[in-house]
């Protein structure tokens, strides 16, 4: 397959030898009409010369030949015309009144019998003051372009016709510097413009390769922090660059979220295995059977919490993946949220935190109620959860002209400013060591699932918190249509 650069330079040479070939043809084409007109005129003139010369020396002299008319209808051609009408370097016939030819010039003399017969009929037959008429002689390059002129005494009397010939061969053949423009100055322009956008193209084709080059380097999630070079980019390219450079980007930080994500991932799994197996190992060397059985608890506790876990990162990989596992049903959300809210009680009881549900009229959204339990019991838990004993907590169901809201309101801890916008990021946590040792300790997953849920579902997540002062978070959910 052709390179661009050859495909280009073929196209650009072509596209200037079509347009000065068009150029070159009119040229051509104007001049030759234009110069057969000046021809024409020529002739005409020639012919009335002529004419005239004819008719000035019709009287006196010595007649030289003598047509068979009488004296008073004769054509007289003296030594004195013609010797004038041999000036002439066209060919001139002069014809008497019958048509026979009484003087030829001595071009006509020269030509070959052939052409003069030719010449004679052509003669025979032209209209007088007619349009010129053309003759093709037998050499290929000789063509005549013919005028005749009526001869007449001043009495109004005709007495013959004089023809005049003159050759064409100038309108036909290219003069010698056209044809060396034409033919030699032409092609080498075309050839020189070739080689330059040869040249030019090879430039750009550079561009392309050290592009490509660059690109080629980064290769690998090792190289992701590497940029393509603006150096030498060219206009356009500049901003293949800068888009190809943003594309790097957001694959580095996609994969750097990746590899944090595995590597928490990882982390996470680590310590509950790590305890199980240190029960796992308590129980099989203690030998009080109430001590075997609380080390036994304990490891069915942390297999649950990885068993959670594991739960948590598959549907995340699911949402990451697109394979959302949503089916949209109608769903009536006061009994949903009602049944949140008793569940809410058990656990705010534990805590010592209270927990209420003012009485709401009913909603239907399309949603998967599922996956929405989900996330309000997320919300409610982490409400109950970072609210110390003694605080309380409000849930809200809102029904809007175009949305409902669930919303969540407790007096804990709260979030501190800086770290609200990390709050839905995976495995994100206030305090993570202590988080996970205390008995809050959650993975951190909660919200991003939540977050997800809600986006699933056309809708959105949001936060607002104040450090010690409490937190609210908002879910809004389309209306079923
Ligand atoms: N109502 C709240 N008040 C104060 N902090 C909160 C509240 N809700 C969430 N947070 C903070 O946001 C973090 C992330 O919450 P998220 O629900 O994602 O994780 P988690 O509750 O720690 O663990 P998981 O839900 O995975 O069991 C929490 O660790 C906590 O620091
Ligand atoms: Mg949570």
């Known amino acids: 397959m052709a390179s661009t650069r050859t495909n280009l330079t073929a196209a650009f040479v072509m596209g200037l030898a079509v347009v000065t070939a068009a150029v070159e043809l009119t040229v051509w084409t104007v001049r030759s009409s234009s110069v057969y007109s000046d021809i024409a005129r020529y002739a005409t003139s020639q012919a009335d010369l002529a004419a005239s010369l004819i008719a000035e020396s019709a009287e006196g002299a010595q007649p030289v030949v003598i047509g068979p008319d009488t004296a008073a209808q004769a054509l007289v051609i003296t030594t004195r015309l013609g010797a004038m009408l041999s000036a002439f370097p066209d060919y001139v016939t002069v014809l008497d009144r019958g048509g026979t030819p009484i003087y030829r010039s001595p071009a006509s003399l020269r030509l070959s019998s052939d052409d003069a017969t030719l010449l004679d009929e052509q003669i025979a037959n032209l209209p007088t003051g007619g349009p010129p008429g053309l003759l093709s002689l037998g050499r290929l390059d000789e063509r005549l372009l013919l005028i005749a002129r009526t001869l007449s005494r001043p009495g109004g009397m005709t007495v013959g016709r004089v023809v005049v010939g003159v050759p064409t061969v100038a309108a036909t053949r290219l003069p010698r510097q056209v044809s060396i423009v034409f033919f030699i100055v032409v092609p080498v322009m075309i050839l020189v413009a070739g080689w330059i956008a040869w040249m030019a193209f090879g430039q750009t084709a550079q561009r392309l390769a050290r592009i490509s080059h660059d690109v080629a380097a980064v290769s690998d999630g090792r190289s992701l922090h590497r940029r393509l070079s603006m150096d030498h980019a060219g206009k356009e390219f500049e901003s293949l660059v800068s888009t190809l450079n943003e594309m790097i980007e957001r694959l580095e930080t996609s994969f750097m979220g990746l590899r944090r994500f595995t590597a928490d991932a990882s982390h996470e799994l680590k310590t509950p295995l790590a305890v199980l197996r240190a029960d796992v190992e308590r129980a099989m060397t203690e030998t009080s059977h109430n001590e075997r059985l609380v080390a036994l608890e304990e490891a069915l506790h942390e297999t649950t919490r990885m068993a959670d876990l594991v739960e948590s990162l598959l549907t995340l990989a699911r949402a990451d993946e697109g394979r959302f596992d949503i089916h949209r049903e109608p769903v009536e959300l006061r009994p949903l949220v009602q049944d949140v809210y008793e569940t809410a009680l058990i656990l705010g009881e534990g805590a010592g935190v209270a927990v209420n549900f003012p009485f709401t009229a009913d909603v239907t959204v399309m949603g998967d109620p599922t996956r929405l339990r989900q996330l309000f019991l997320n919300l ?100 079923a249509r």
């Open 380 to 479: 409610v838990t982490n409400a109950i959860k970072y609210t110390p004993a003694g605080g309380k907590v409000d849930i809200g169901l809102g029904l809007h002209p175009d949305n409902v809201t669930f919303a969540v309101r407790d007096t804990g801890i709260g979030i501190a400013a800086a770290d609200v916008p990390h709050i839905f990021e995976r495995f994100w946590r206030a305090d993570r060591v202590r988080s996970r040792m205390s008995e809050r300790g959650g993975f951190g997953l909660g919200l991003a699932i939540g977050q997800w849920i809600a986006q699933a579902h056309g809708g959105t997540l949001t936060a607002s918190s104040r450090l010690g002062r409490g937190s609210l978070f908002t879910v809004t959910l389309p209306l």
